[in-house]
């Protein structure tokens, strides 16, 4: 297996963690997505300054260091188009064609980085493309292609997370990986700050409601985000972005996989839809990607 897969694979099974996280605290504590995203802000602002606390500053140039910063507040904001789109259409009708994103990367990655696959990666993408379409949708039918409102978010959305992607990716290839994962990281927390301060009377008023627990999920949940970003920044840095980008489909499988567990187990905590179309989709959309991991492989 090559080494970037591992990491791409940690990278959605922790996003996925998270994302049942979010779920429970947004249903059951918190109201205000803005107010996690706010929050998340403060621990990945944490992890820059440790990597910068052990490896320095760096020598890199100033415009590859403003463009560092420039990309993850980008990565950031990307949430404001994306909650924009969600108010427009609930998320098993839009999140399928988030898959826009591995589409965008794939097209960024050839034009700026010359990054060509081979027939088999070409093959593993359209294989795992299509098993994230199918993961991501609740149910396929004619009515989910027509025109919506959310679409033009969707789209902005999309190229908000894609761009930035194939940036990280030519700021590591001479450069290395920490420092630009640093840097990257700062405007990410640039960008949470951002959210923050425009929505900063809800935030405040979410802070003196929250009990002990809550915080400690909260705390925890940041921390699961936090790993997960820096297993996809590592992936790209070290393989195919493209590939790396479409890998990042997979976490509806593993919110899947998770909440099936929960909903067996825990079902006062979450319950997750087990009927039988459902579970028989999720099994065709499996069967695809492991086909695609398998050609990845060859």
Do not use: C
Request: proline share 4%; no cysteine; hydrophobic share 60%.
């Amino acid at each position: 297996m090559p080494s970037w897969l591992a990491f791409a694979l940690a990278s959605p099974a922790l996003f996925g963690a998270s994302t049942i996280i979010d779920k429970f605290l947004i249903d059951k504590r918190i109201k205000d997505p803005v107010f996690l995203t706010a929050f998340g802000g403060f621990i990945v602002l944490a992890g820059a300054a440790a990597i910068f606390a052990i490896r320095g500053f760096g020598t890199l140039p100033g415009g590859q260091i403003a463009a560092l910063i420039a990309i993850g507040i980008m990565d950031e904001i990307a949430l404001v188009p994306y909650y924009k789109a969600l108010s427009y259409d609930d998320a098993s009708s839009i999140m399928p064609f988030f898959q826009l994103v591995p589409v965008l990367v794939l097209t960024f990655s050839y034009f700026f980085l010359r990054e060509a696959l081979t027939a088999a990666q070409v093959a593993a993408f359209v294989l795992i493309l299509s098993g994230s379409f199918l993961l991501a949708a609740e149910k396929i039918d004619a009515g989910m292609f027509r025109p919506r409102k959310s679409l033009p978010w969707v789209v902005l959305t999309s190229v908000l997370w894609a761009a930035p992607a194939v940036i990280f990716k030519s700021m590591t290839v001479d450069r290395g990986f920490w420092h630009a994962a640093a840097y990257t990281l700062l405007g990410i927390a640039a960008g949470a700050f951002i959210l923050f301060a425009a929505s900063y009377r809800r935030s405040i008023a979410q802070l003196g409601v929250l009990r002990a627990d809550t915080w400690a999920a909260v705390g925890m949940n940041e921390v699961i985000y936090f790993l997960g970003q820096m297993f996809w920044f590592y992936a790209i840095a070290l393989g195919p972005v493209s590939l790396v980008s479409v890998m990042g489909g997979l976490i509806p499988l593993f919110v899947f996989l998770y909440g099936t567990a929960i909903s067996l187990w825990l079902p006062k905590i979450l319950r997750e839809d087990l009927s039988r179309g459902t579970v028989m989709l999720k099994i065709a959309a499996l069967a695809l990607v492991l086909g695609g991991v398998w050609f990845i492989n060859r």
